[in-house]
Nanobody, 126 residues
Framework: QVQLVESGGGLVQAGGSLRLSCAASGRTFSRDRMGWFRQAPGKERVFVAAIDWSRGSTYYADSVKGRFTISRDNAKNTMYLQMNSLKPEDTAVYFC???????????????????WGQGTQVTVSS
């Protein structure tokens, strides 16, 4: 059974940093795309960042570009999201996601991803 488990969320002051982790089990995702999404209260789940290991590419939402960095350690089957210069508007539940096999969907679309974690809360105080 495939599982994605996020960790690293918490409460931080504006300008601070957090590092989220997403540990995968049940299979490896070395060639598949993985991503981070977030959902603020009362809002839809939106794309934050994605990593395409086969292309050596990373992608970011405009709102986090230059502040967040996505990475993965295939040996540990773990993905990370380093978040710097956090803002109150970054407050949300952050979800990691992975696709079952490399497909044709866009990296920023939720429907591209087949597996989801349970989410980790990030709260940024002003």
């Amino acid at each position: 059974q495939v599982q994605l488990v996020e960790s690293g969320g918490g409460l931080v002051q504006a300008g601070g940093s957090l590092r989220l982790s997403c540990a995968a089990s049940g299979r490896t995702f070395s060639r598949d795309r993985m991503g981070w999404f977030r959902q603020a209260p009362g809002k839809e789940r939106v794309f934050v960042a994605a990593i395409d290991w086969s292309r050596g590419s990373t992608y970011y939402a405009d709102s986090v570009k230059g502040r967040f960095t996505i990475s993965r350690d295939n040996a540990k089957n773990t993905m990370y999201l380093q978040m710097n210069s956090l803002k109150p508007e970054d407050t949300a539940v952050y979800f990691c996601a992975a696709e079952r096999s490399y497909g044709s969907g866009w990296y920023f679309e939720r429907r591209t991803y087949d597996y989801w974690g349970q989410g980790t809360q990030v709260t940024v105080s002003s």
